[in-house]
């Protein structure tokens, strides 16, 4: 396949791994039957495992064939040891969202566990037995949601109808509170672990039946928790990818053209053998997919800094002809053509122009910057090559695709490539590629130990699956207070002509595509050969800062009050749902008067309206990502120089019940000071094809003393919860913005704000 096609189809690929991180399915949504749970008795030295099929193909095949076998491959969530130890198996990869403390917390809540008592492990990868074991998207909890609230409760009333049947009582005279069981009447107890062996031998109660608690009958959600592996983290215990070692093992790196698509020619290779250390050097043609293994030049060696001696050496002719040659520099200037030309055929609602002549016009060019993941723990996978079998230990955000994408390149049957997901150092949506992956795997294929593949930080900036940047020509209209008519014209990237690349579309889960009575869009593509890839909130984290900085335009040229503006929009009327197919998920569809909740919090905890000093600005946005509904205010002050302190930001949202308050703060301080760091100076520049920045220094991620203080607030209300890793990050850089306009009178339309000459 030629090399433009074989990126054309991994972009498509990277297009269709977003929707799916994005798409919650139906049948998670719903209830699961009783014949979907199994026990398990006996094992481990007795006790209750009770666990579930999930509703796939392949699983309701196996339990068909069978149904109450005792099999080592069932998609187990709880156990109960006699010693009353609560183990929760998290099928999804941990990668600082703490999703392990989450999952472990909602079992428990409808258990009634002591939290004391509860452990949580990760779980084998197995998609077939687990179904999709990723995380992206904010997608952990709810695909999660109904599934673990189930299992706990299901195994709470087994166990209350073992203490029953044991003390020949009515169960209904039996309740359950921390791992016990108790009976009122005669104030007898009995722990879980003591009752775990007889619950198992109770029949699985009708899980349509079995009671879920309310929020209000919540004892732990919503409060704060450690996470379950912080001591392990603070203490340097093994837990993430580069953590890997065993006996015999050896390293790797492995180097790529410095622009994609390009093919080794020739390399030093009998030198580099000859360097201290260096076990091997070999050239690997690879797959040609950026997803899988481009060609490039593999060392092993005993040591990572040895490897990392020999690949500083390492001289390499690379044959260019098939190369990228991207160069975002002329790709401005190409956009700067395009944006006043709107193409045809653009989608019309209402009468646009009539709307314009009507009303107070506005227009705005904004663009923003390519940048880079940058992930704290640098890409690594140790593999391993033995007795016929592929195993691999990785930080995948996706282990499960990284799983079949190796069975497939190394043509192995399916049992005979093991996967084991560690701990991952962060991953913001580049983890959900796993060529790191692959590539340990074809270079362990060649070598006869356990070979751990460490990229540097300069790989990492050179081989990312990049957010895309983008250029947005805007028009809207104001009238008596209100937007009465919106047109943007999206110039973005494509990779095979057709279609915007992955993450670069417009957004229509941030700002629905009825902002105003009269709308038109369009877009214009430009090629690029560069990967593109999902990026915290893809497509949000772009389209919020353009949107939400606009809105504020039009509220100033309306002269009116951005929050009465807000407030006022948000109350317009919207398109009425799809009549056919399936109900939507309304707790991940755009509520109003959620919107509108989370703009009057922010309001009211930033002071918004309160007198500010000289030289300081409060600016306000909304976002809509992902399922929740955000709300942000930038309180900042800035100098003769253009330097910026950033005072406080404030963080309003609703995502329904929060599961762990302490971890929810996390995130929402996390999302909100990522995104100050990215709005503020973060920028790749793609020059013939290759990326201009090599590490920290030229890519001014943001230091701690300027880290303002965050205030997080939560509205919780009943509607199943949404993730929280997306939604905290987008509307942060149109609140910056609105504050410095606030404070300067300068509108900043470009993105990093350093192209404006501000500092922080």
């Not at 081989?463 to 008596?480: E, I, N, P, S, T």
């Not at 509607?719 to 997306?726: D, I, T, V």
């Amino acid at each position: 396949m030629p090399v433009l096609e074989k990126f054309a189809q991994y972009d498509a690929e990277m297009q269709a791994l977003i929707t799916e991180v994005e798409t919650i399915s139906p049948s998670v949504v719903t209830t699961i039957g009783r014949r979907s749970f199994l026990k398990l008795a006996g094992l481990a030295g007795g006790g209750l495992v009770l666990a579930f099929n999930l509703d796939t193909r392949s699983a309701k095949a196996e339990m068909a064939a069978t149904p109450d076998a005792a099999t080592t491959e069932m998609n187990a969530f709880v156990r109960i040891a006699p010693d009353n130890t609560v183990t929760v198996y998290s099928k999804g990869p941990e990668i600082g969202q703490g999703i392990k403390t989450a999952f472990g917390l909602i079992i428990a809540e409808e258990l009634d566990a002591d939290w004391k008592t509860v452990k949580v492990d990760q779980a084998a990868i197995n998609p077939k037995v687990y179904g999709y074991q990723g995380a992206g998207g904010s997608t952990s909890i709810p695909r999660g949601w109904d599934q673990l609230r189930q299992a706990g409760a299901t195994a709470r009333a087994m166990l209350i109808a073992a203490a029953a049947k044991q003390w020949n009582v009515p169960v209904s005279e039996c309740t359950a509170s921390e791992s016990t069981v108790i009976h009122a009447p005669s104030k007898r107890k009995l722990t879980y672990g003591e009752l775990a062996k007889a619950a198992a031998a109770q029949p699985v109660p009708d899980v349509a039946k079995v009671p879920l608690k309310t929020r209000a009958d919540y004892k732990l959600l919503g409060k704060r928790y450690t996470g379950v592996d912080n001591l392990k983290v603070v203490t340097g215990q093994p837990l993430f990818g580069i953590d890997v070692t065993m006996p015999g093992m050896v390293y790797a790196n492995y180097t790529k053209c410095p622009a994609v698509g390009g093919k080794v020619k020739s390399a030093n290779l009998d030198e580099i053998k000859k360097l201290p250390g260096v076990l091997d050097a070999f050239v690997l043609e690879g797959t040609g997919s950026p997803a899988e293994v481009m060609p490039g030049v593999a060392i092993i060696a005993k040591t990572t800094w040895e490897a990392f001696k020999a690949k500083a050496a390492l001289k390499v002719e690379w044959d260019e002809s098939s190369a990228s040659k991207d160069s975002l520099t002329q790709a401005a200037a190409k956009a700067k053509e395009l944006g006043p030309n709107l193409p045809t055929p653009a989608t019309n609602v209402g009468d646009v122009d009539a709307a314009f002549a009507a009303g107070k016009v506005v227009e705005a060019a904004y663009d923003y910057a390519m940048v880079s993941h940058q992930q704290l723990e640098p890409e690594v996978t140790t593999g391993w090559w033995h007795d016929g079998t592929m195993e691999l230990w990785t930080p995948s955000q996706q282990s499960d695709r990284g799983l079949s994408q190796v069975i497939k390149m190394l043509n192995l049957p399916e049992d005979k490539v093991v996967v084991h997901q560690t701990r991952a150092g962060g991953g913001f949506g580049r983890r959900l590629a796993n060529d790191y992956m692959c590539e340990a795997a074809a270079i362990a294929m060649k070598v006869n130990a356990p070979v751990k593949l460490q990229w540097k930080r300069e790989d990492d900036f050179a081989h990312d699956m990049f957010r895309v940047g983008g250029y947005h020509f805007l028009k809207g209209a104001v009238k008596d207070g209100k937007l009465t008519a919106f047109q943007q014209h999206l110039v973005t990237f494509s990779a095979d002509g057709s279609r915007p690349v992955s993450g670069g579309a417009r957004s229509n889960n941030s700002f629905p595509t009825d902002i105003a009575p009269n709308v038109r869009y369009a877009v214009s593509l430009m090629p690029l050969q560069i990967p593109c890839g999902p990026w915290r909130a893809p497509t949000d984290n772009t389209q919020m800062f353009v949107i939400g900085s606009f809105l504020h335009e039009l509220s100033v040229a309306a002269n009116c009050d951005h929050v009465t503006f807000l407030l006022d929009w948000l109350a317009r009327p919207l398109a009425a749902p799809p009549s056919s197919g399936p109900p939507p998920d309304l707790s991940r569809t755009f509520n109003p008067t959620r919107a509108a909740g989370v703009v009057k919090l922010a309001a009211e905890k930033s002071g918004w309206g309160k007198p500010l000093p000289a030289g300081h600005g409060l600016g306000l946005a909304f976002g809509f990502s992902y399922g929740g509904h955000i709300a942000e205010a930038v309180e900042l002050s800035v100098d003769a120089k253009k330097h910026i302190t950033v005072h406080k930001i404030t963080v309003a949202a609703d995502i329904g019940p929060v599961i762990n308050l302490s971890s929810a703060e996390n995130q929402a301080q996390g999302g909100a000071i990522d995104g100050l760091s990215t709005a503020m100076g973060l920028e790749i520049g793609v020059e013939q094809g290759r990326i201009q920045q090599t590490n920290f220094g030229d890519y001014p991620i943001l230091r701690m003393r300027s880290a303002p203080p965050v205030e997080a607030h939560f509205i919780q209300s009943d509607f199943r919860p949404s993730g929280l890793g997306e939604p905290c990050l987008p509307p942060l850089a149109a609140a910056l913005g609105n504050a410095l306009f606030a404070a300067t009178g300068e509108r900043v339309r470009t993105m990093p704000f350093k192209r404006a000459g501000y500092t922080i």
